[in-house]
């Protein structure tokens, strides 16, 4: 038979921090920042903790780059990128519709 275990305080605030750090809530990691060091909590173990929510954030981000590459190639991602949102041109007007694209408006992502 397993023994259950609790994970402690310090514990919980790590992940918080981890939490914290992936999801850019700055508010969030000073509380459980100030309350890890309040409580003796060592800087390596935050910096493992930032490290792992720092991870969890730019690893997706750095593999949806990448496909986006792949299947538009580098030139057109960084060109479409310089230019402001296409949804802007929308704004107001609710969904778009299917005529919108036989007018010369967005289909799959992409201005036609």
């Given amino acids: 038979m397993e023994t259950q275990r609790t994970i402690d305080r310090i514990e919980q ?23 890890l060091a309040g409580l003796g909590a060592g800087v390596d173990e935050i910096q ?38 296409p949804g802007r041109e929308y704004q107001g007007r609710g969904p778009v519709a299917a005529d919108d694209v036989d007018r010369g408006g967005i289909s799959n992502g992409r201005q036609l």
């Fill in 48 to 85: 493992f903790a930032v490290g792992v929510g720092k991870a969890v954030r730019e690893k997706p981000a750095a593999a949806m780059g990448k496909y986006l590459e792949e299947l538009f190639g580098v030139e057109r991602v960084e060109a479409a990128g310089s230019k402001s949102c």
């Fill in 13 to 35: 605030l790590l992940i918080k921090a981890g939490a914290a750090t992936a999801a850019n809530n700055q508010e969030s990691f000073q509380e459980a920042y100030e309350e």
